[in-house]
């Protein structure tokens, strides 16, 4: 279109022709220049990846003798002395390390049909999907590598239960796999052996360990302040779900460190310690060689989740006869949990002694949600929860390691944090972290107020936070939310 020019004042028309031509143009400029920078950016990531990774420099290739690199997306090239400083040696990746806990690399947990990720979620709602397309191939692949190199060692007969998987941008993708007899159809005993795998950016699975279970005593330490009728329950639920299909190969010891005070339920110091004591018994006389429990009341001494903990671990460690294993294995557990004898399987074989740590992240149920286990997990039942470091399973030498919990900290909370962030910035110990369907937080309400949580607004901030998050789904909320409205306005 040709405008017209006017000795007089422009039409309107043409002012806004002119306008949007200018606009336009601007914006091809704008883009021209986003797209050079991108192409830019693409290549250093390129070159970046490729030095990584040990391949050759495409300036080498082309300019195999010093000379200026006539490749523009190419670096300027270097002395070989240093290339050679700065090459991870064999061509491998340099190994991975988190900077803190917020980059700790997640495990999703997988069967043959489902894997369970807090990052997964299906437009349904559902938490956990079935494994198909690309990831079932994967897992497929793995698991029956796993199977042909237990055969090749004289490990036969054995059938999968189930896994864990994460990839290590540095590495691959890792495996852990769990293999044991199948009973029926639908049923398989505790998994008896463990396989580590590793799949390098490549078609091809390398073994990286195997290990057999062996006979393994599990520390449970709980701190307690009041709370007896809780704690009875949570002896039912350990009954129920793990006591009664827990192989004879894993015993269990209960040590209760509970905190007394003025305004305790249990009474007086001698009466807390037997009703503790007379409950704790029922369990070891019915399950004879497969649990048993100490119990150490404190006195005159504020709760402190950390100093519980902390004192459970040494009392342990001090009433460990010749028999014993000297570097025990501690499970830190609360009294509104429940797990299964599968989640103890886990923990002794997540938490490898002079090396790694388990944290597991754990399914936490909504208020009002308490449904029994299932392998269906939905996204209106519960969360997994990413932010809770409090369940942890470690043997005596990391925890020493790193100095074990601060016990400054008072009442419930960060002294989870302090420790984790403790085997992060460990140099050679590793802090795991996989959601786990085999272990539950269950709801239960909290006091929030500053006089509660010792003047610490950072403590009554979490508190209200974790009370709000665990009130229910997005759906459910607001379904209650349009309840009251009904109700106000009727």
Known sequence: MKLTTRIGRPDLVDLVLLCSLTTVAIALLISWRDNVVLHEEVANLKEINSALRGDSNPCQVANPQPQPCKCPTCPTPKPTTEAVATTPANNMMPEFRPANRFGVLDYEYFT???????????????????????????????????????REKGIDSLSFVSGQMRANPTLGTEFLLDYGKKLNRNNFDIPLVRVEMLRRASPEFEMISNTILQTQTVYMIMPLAG?????????????????????????????VIYFMDSTSEAGNVQDADTKINQMLAKFKEKYSGKFDFTTKVITDTKFSRGLGLETGVLEIEKNLDANDDKNPLFFFVDVDMMFTAHFIRTCVQNAKEHNQVYFPIVWSFYKGNDMPLQ?????????????????ACMHLTEFKSVGGFD???????????????????????VAMRAVDPNIYHLWHSKP??????????NKVYMCQGALAMMEGDKRTIAMRLAKLEQETNS
């Open 112 to 150: 043959e049909k489902h894997i369970f990720s807090r990052s997964r979620v299906t437009d349904k709602g559902r938490v956990n999907r079935d494994t198909v397309g690309a990831t079932l191939i994967e897992t497929n692949m793995a698991v029956k590598f796993g199977l042909k190199k237990l």
């Open 227 to 255: 709370r007896l009728p809780q704690f009875q329950a949570f002896l039912e639920r350990v009954e129920k779900h793990c006591l009664k299909s827990l192989p004879e190969i894993f015993n269990l010891h209960l040590s």
């Open 375 to 391: 392998t269906s997990r939905y996204a209106n039942t519960g969360i997994w929860r990413e932010s809770g470091f409090g369940m």
């Open 407 to 429: 016990k400054d900290v008072e009442g419930w909370g960060m002294e989870d944090v302090l420790i984790f962030e403790k085997f992060v910035q460990h140099e050679s110990i």
């Open 448 to 457: 929030c107020s500053l006089d509660q949580l010792q003047g610490d607004k």
